[in-house]
């Protein structure tokens, strides 16, 4: 297998896996953010070397050179200076956020998330007892855009901010203007961010993601950024993420609000992490350039051939958020799953409706026609 193969097909059905075992044999799974591509060679020799050694004990705080990897990243990759001593190692993005929830909110606390956006964050505000406050994105040309008159009332008064940057699902990033007015507002209210970043290394072109940390000192001390490895380089089964929380005061509160939850971040994910953000940059270089071709041709065919669906071009992410309202379709997740045989994640799980769907493109590119393929066959056979 080359390098840097995205073109192979695998059989994923000979191990368990929940994007290939949800849905009986003859469905094509286009839904959960895992993509079907082989592990980055660095990552696979990292893992063979750890498993030389017999002994696979607790992780403890996680490496001195992990955190030294991450903090180098965060200055090569977006100029943010930060401490390895601001970085606390979690078995995923999604407990992170659950655990800053913990920590910074009381129950009947208000909450304010954009939607659409993917479940868990949709989910959170009822893990706590928390009051959610809807905050619609702006429909625009090309992706959405933040509404921050309606984002500016709903921070009022409200204990924390839960932003998803690069956003899931419409594959939005966040300019640095819309940043720092939202980052003004929450500063000016009191509340804390949260930030999902776990997509933050997936962007096309000229697109630059700006962490929402990185505007200021004085931003920083008000956030909880969660980001992995795990979307970049497929590894989200080996269950490790991290918290970078620069002031300690939030850091001590954050780690006390584990309460025994989560013991920390997997022995061998703790290994692929280093060997991907150490010797993995070639490759993902690769994947990036592949997963914006996989985009454009995406876009290109349904355009051609399916002209009523609306989809804006995603910046970012794997993930294409389809509009099927002028299809008329009445349920287009059931529609799909029924008559085409391709599972994707329906729109009313994201707080929209059941005109949308969200497609994950990140699959070989035979994979990808053959999932379109289906789509206009079931639509001409209506």
Not at 368 to 382: C, F, H, N, P, T
């Amino acid at each position: 297998m080359a390098p840097h193969d995205f073109d192979t097909v695998i059989d994923r059905r000979q191990v368990p896996t929940s994007k290939w075992d949800r849905y009986p044999q003859g469905v094509l799974p286009m839904w959960v953010a895992d993509m079907d591509f082989p592990v980055a060679e660095p990552i696979a020799a990292a893992l063979r070397n750890r498993l030389d050694h017999p002994v696979f004990g607790y992780g403890g705080p996680g490496p001195t050179s992990l955190r030294d990897a991450i903090a180098s990243d965060m200055l090569d990759l977006y100029g943010w200076s930060i401490s390895p001593a601001d970085v606390v190692f979690l078995p995923g993005v999604v407990p992170g956020f659950n655990q800053a929830l913990k920590a910074f909110t009381q129950p009947g606390d208000r909450l304010v998330v954009e939607t659409p956006v993917y479940p868990p964050i949709l989910a959170a505000a009822g893990n706590w007892d928390l009051k959610r406050i809807d905050v619609p994105l702006l429909s625009v040309g090309q992706g959405s855009a933040v509404d921050l008159d309606r984002l500016t009332g709903a921070l009022a008064d409200t204990a924390a901010f839960l932003l998803c940057n690069p956003h899931n699902p419409t594959g939005r990033t966040r300019t640095r203007p819309e940043l720092e007015a939202i980052a003004k507002v929450c500063l000016d209210s009191g509340t804390v961010i949260i930030s999902d970043e776990i997509h933050c290394d997936i962007v096309y072109g000229s697109t630059k993601h700006v962490p929402i940390a990185s505007l200021s000192p004085e931003v920083a001390s008000r956030t909880i950024t969660l980001m992995a490895a795990s979307k970049t380089y497929n590894i989200a089964g080996l269950k490790t993420a991290y918290a970078i929380i620069p002031d300690a005061e939030l850091r001590r509160r954050f780690i006390a609000a584990n309460l025994g939850m989560s013991e920390g971040a997997n022995v061998l994910g703790l290994v692929a992490t280093e060997a991907a953000l150490r010797h993995g940059r070639p490759w993902k270089q690769a994947l990036l350039a592949y997963l914006e071709a996989n985009r454009d041709h995406l876009i290109a065919r349904l355009q051609r051939e399916i002209p009523e669906i609306r989809i804006n071009a995603p910046e970012a992410t794997y993930l294409a958020w389809l509009d099927c309202t002028a299809l008329d379709l009445g349920d287009a997740y059931r529609f799909f799953l029924d008559k085409a045989k391709v599972a994707f994640n329906p729109g009313p799980s994201f707080g929209s409706n059941d005109h949308h769907v969200r497609l994950n493109f990140g699959c070989p590119r035979s994979l990808l026609d053959e999932g379109i393929d289906r789509m206009v066959k079931a639509l001409s056979q209506r």
